[in-house]
């Protein structure tokens, strides 16, 4: 039906909206269009989706050869094997830390930049560890880690504060012969065999010394004359490179024991101390004499070497420590951009209403910011929980099962020298399952903040 128009012409009025007529979307394209643009992507949606967890469903429930049905028992070998137990309490322990961890530096990063005037390029620099590959930080960080100092950064810095606050040994792995005249005196320490005395030189002869631990500026040893009020002697290093020499007798190319600290004892009681020169020489006064002389066991004890990191203790935190150097940018990239976004106005009214800047970050700029803190950590968390990489590469063979999570226990048991698809299959659905609350929350979570 038409009705009349203005100027004679006739206007077709609107479809009613229960009409047959074709339907078009927002676009103005057809659904059987829009339909065969997306039959591809669902096809290979379906083929590198949908199957591989229906497949991996199915297999779960097989035994080892996939020949034979085994019910649910694959699941229960997963909490009740030791080794898979493990990796399921590290990977609470990974998805608890590490990403709150990472989100809490972005914060405090993202905050304290904002007002900085070199605050892009230290963004910047935070942010760089997000171009390198999971595989290349593994490697760069499995040296960090290294237990020796002279290699691993983490001990060097280690050692270096620890040797500041306490003195290191002289000569670690120095020791007297059978035929010197020293003998064990308990907890390390070395004792003459007979008591000294003045006017006669007391020798303190050792072994064991590696060229580089000796001071650099050790000069050769030489015997002191005797001296009728005090007690002189010689600690030295016993051993002529080349051959030669003589037990128990200072020679020409043997060096002193620079540093080296000897104590006169009576009765239990240390009566006197002495450092020995460059070339090995020392004194002690009258009240040495007739005492036993000692040397201490902090001339001796083994070096500090630091903290082993890659040990079955720290290997965990170590390897999370290396997560949150790589992602702890990312969470301070989102969150800057959240920041810049902020009311102004809710801010500066908080100032002027007297709260300080701990109560205005507290109160309102993370209130604020719930929503994409929320983003960081829900992301965090779904990335944390297929962890593979970092704990693959740093974690030595010898702690791998310290250190395993699902994702590494999935590989080992599909692909390991004694694979089987059926436990292996049954962790891939256990990582699924933990995976869906993470994302359900976050589709939620998305819907909420579209209604508004």
Do not use: C
């Not at 171009?131 to 593994?138: D, F, P, V, Y």
């Not at 450092?275 to 040495?288: N, Q, R």
């Amino acid at each position: 039906m038409t009705a009349p128009a203005a100027g004679g012409a006739a206007v077709t009025p609107p479809a009613p909206p229960g009409s047959r007529k074709s339907v078009k979307s927002v676009t103005g394209t057809r659904k059987l269009v829009a339909a065969g643009f997306l039959l591809p992507a669902l096809v290979l949606l379906g083929a590198l989706v949908v199957y591989p967890i229906g497949y991996s469903v199915y297999r779960s429930f097989f035994d080892q050869a996939g020949s034979g049905f085994a019910g649910l028992d694959n699941y229960v070998e997963i909490f009740t094997d030791d080794t898979i137990l493990t990796a399921v309490k590290n990977n609470a322990v990974w998805v608890v830390v590490a990403p709150t961890v990472a989100t809490a530096l972005g914060l405090m990063f993202a905050v304290l930049t904002e007002r900085v005037r070199w605050g892009t390029a230290f963004k910047l620099i935070v942010f760089m560890p997000m171009a390198i590959s999971m595989l290349a930080a593994g490697i760069i960080f499995r040296l960090v880690y290294e237990q020796d100092p002279d290699r691993g950064v983490a001990n060097a810095v280690w050692v270096g504060v620890h040797d500041t606050f306490a003195e290191s040994a002289t000569y670690p792995k120095a020791r007297p012969l059978p035929v010197h005249p020293l003998k064990a005196a308990g907890g390390g320490a070395f004792i003459t065999e007979e008591p000294v005395r003045a006017g006669t030189p007391a020798q303190l002869p050792l072994i064991g010394v590696a060229a580089p631990d000796m001071p650099e500026d050790a000069r050769p040893a030489r015997a002191l004359e005797p001296a009728k009020d005090q007690v002189t002697g010689t600690a030295w290093l016993d051993f002529t490179r080349g051959g030669g020499g003589t037990a128990n007798t200072v020679d020409a190319k043997e060096l002193g024991l620079k540093g080296l600290k000897v104590e006169a004892v009576k009765d239990g009681k240390v009566v006197a101390t002495a450092t020995a020169a460059a070339d090995g020489t020392f004194s002690l006064p009258k009240e040495a004499d007739g005492a036993y002389l000692r040397l201490p066991e902090s001339n001796f004890r083994e070096q500090y070497n630091g903290v082993d990191w890659l040990g079955p203790s720290f290997v965990t935190p170590a390897i999370i420590g290396s997560y949150v150097w790589m992602w702890a940018g990312f969470a301070m990239v989102l969150i800057a951009a959240g920041l810049v976004g902020l009311p102004r106005e809710l801010l500066e009214a908080a100032r002027v209403d007297g709260a300080n800047e701990w109560q205005v970050f507290r109160r309102v700029t993370v209130p604020l910011l719930a929503p994409v803190l929320a983003v960081v950590l829900v992301t965090l968390m779904i990335n944390v929980l297929k962890i593979f990489d970092l704990v693959f590469i740093i974690a030595p063979g010898s702690v791998q099962d310290d250190a395993n999570v699902l994702a590494l226990q999935l590989y080992r048991s599909s692909f390991g020298t004694d694979a089987h698809l059926g436990v292996g299959s049954a962790i891939s659905v256990l990582l699924l399952l933990l995976v869906i609350p993470v994302m359900f929350f976050n589709i939620r979570r998305i819907r909420k903040e579209t209604r508004r």
